[in-house]
């Protein structure tokens, strides 16, 4: 399985992007998810999706953030909204023990 995470970027304090996960090889319905990493800090669970079992938010993120399939990208996205400067991170997918290789999302004015 091979993952690629896509759609980090610069974003201004308040604004959205939305992060796409391509499990190439993988199971749409595997369990997927979105860790983050910020500057010295320990990699952290932000999101959950397995299967049809209620998905998961960590509390930094809950009401900001929601993770779900893109079925017609056949991706697992994660929509960020009201963004803060303390989702400055590199973003990661996992599935099973396979990772991907991050994309960065800054948020800073």
């Known amino acids: 399985v091979q993952l690629q995470a896509s759609g980090g970027g610069l974003v201004q304090p308040g604004e959205s992007l939305t992060l796409s996960c391509a499990a190439l090889?993988?199971?749409?319905?595997?369990?997927i998810d979105w860790y983050r990493q910020a500057p010295g800090k320990q990699r952290e669970l932000v999101a959950s999706?397995?299967?049809?079992?209620?998905?998961y938010h960590t509390d930094a993120v809950k009401g900001r953030f929601t993770i779900f399939r893109n079925i017609g990208k056949n991706t697992v996205d994660l929509y960020m909204a009201s963004l803060k400067p303390g989702d400055t991170a590199l973003y990661f997918c996992?599935?099973?023990?396979?990772w991907g290789q991050g994309t960065h999302v800054t948020v800073s004015s």
């Open positions: 999706i397995d299967g049809f079992d209620p998905t």
């Open positions: 090889g993988g199971w749409l319905f595997s369990r």
């Open positions: 996992k599935t099973g023990p396979h």
